[in-house]
């Protein structure tokens, strides 16, 4: 998806419905590295239209940061230049941590630099997490629980890979068993929908949490880097009794991955390439995940086989096998020694990372 295209789609469309979209009490933090500066320009102006506020979070990009820093530069949008690639959980705990300060934040809304929000997610998302927090103080006013009156940690979109225009599917939790589901279709109109699924965890980019959830919970441990940082929070926001719930009316075109290809490997499934450096995280922050977050023993063992799959698959149809193999070892070495923080090029120690005072481990 060209991301410029879409800047200009939105912004020839109605001024009166630019202004209803903006949620002026939602913060969006985008976490920045080496981005494509045109396109990167173009979703900013995207996420401008729909938030009250902006934080930019650059791990250190390139001397190319010169080509599009500036154009980030406005009273909407403050920006943080950390000296070092701090990895995603650590950048994103400080715009966490820049975010609540801004007194009019209810809520904060994660975004990848690659992600292109759709006219009105940000609406939708915040209309259905509003409805779900109104109907909890209804339930507990009246003493009537119809429904479980757990507080909502987070709302997600739908999210379509913009190389393919496949959704991704949800994942539920079905009698205790984690399953697949691909969202339901859904006939969007010029109001915003509420309709929900409770899902067992969400992806970072798109999710919408109020700042009273960080609060009660903390944000990403840093010490992961990359990899499982949401699914480590949503586990611990699943586990401290929180619900997590998915906005299929909520549209985010989102690209997982360097590259993408569809395949048939234990069923149907559109399988993303990363670099190897990213397979020691997976498996690493797997077994860092088992250990830090409580859950059942059916999860356990999701977990167990998901990464047995993962395996089974790169080390037999990807590409550097070799290579993929080093990491994964590396990384289920130091998951098992519990050896966390980010991986030194070229060696087999790691380093620790910038904590703040929404990180879990202070």
């Excluded at 979109?157 to 339901?184: H, Y």
């Amino acid at each position: 998806m060209n991301l410029e295209a879409e800047s200009e789609r939105e912004a020839q469309r109605p001024a009166e419905v630019a202004g209803d979209e903006c949620c002026k009490d939602v913060c969006a933090i985008i976490v920045t590295y080496n981005p494509e500066p045109r396109n990167f320009q173009a979703l900013l102006h995207i996420l401008l239209g729909q938030v009250g506020r902006l934080v930019i979070v650059d791990n250190a990009s390139g001397a190319d940061v010169r080509t599009w820093l500036p154009a980030a530069q406005s009273a909407k949008v403050d920006c943080i230049r950390n000296p070092y690639n701090q990895g995603i959980a650590a950048a994103q705990n400080a715009g966490l941590a820049r975010a609540m300060t801004w007194k009019d934040c209810r809520y904060v809304l994660l975004s990848d630099q690659d992600s292109v929000p759709a006219p009105e997610m940000v609406l939708r998302l915040r209309s259905a997490l509003q409805k779900a927090e109104e109907s909890l103080t209804v339930e507990s006013r009246n003493v009537v629980k119809t429904e479980d009156p757990s507080h909502v940690a987070a709302v997600g979109p739908r999210s379509i890979d913009m190389r393919t225009g496949a959704d991704s599917f949800f994942v539920v939790d079905q009698g205790g068993w984690p399953e697949r589901m691909l969202p339901p279709p859904s006939a969007l109109s010029n109001k915003a929908r509420s309709t929900t699924i409770e899902v067992s965890f969400l992806i970072a980019s798109g999710s919408l949490v109020p700042v009273d959830v960080l609060r009660a919970l903390k944000g990403m441990r840093s010490n992961y880097f990359i990899d499982h940082v949401d699914t480590e929070w949503c586990l611990r926001a699943r586990a401290a009794g929180f619900r997590l719930l998915a906005v299929p009316e909520a549209h985010l075109h989102h690209q997982l991955g360097d590259s993408v290809e569809r395949i048939w490997f234990f069923g149907p499934r559109q399988v993303a390439y990363h670099t190897p450096l990213r397979d020691y995280y997976m498996f690493r922050n797997t077994l860092l995940m088992l250990r830090d977050v409580p859950m059942s023993l059916v999860w356990r063992v999701h977990f167990l086989m998901r990464l047995v799959k993962f395996a089974g698959y790169f080390l037999t149809l990807g590409d550097h096998r070799l290579q993929r193999l080093r990491h994964m070892w590396l990384g289920v070495r130091h998951g098992l020694r519990h050896v966390s923080g980010r991986l030194r090029p070229g060696t087999n120690a790691c380093e620790a990372l910038t904590v703040n005072e929404l990180d879990p481990a202070i």
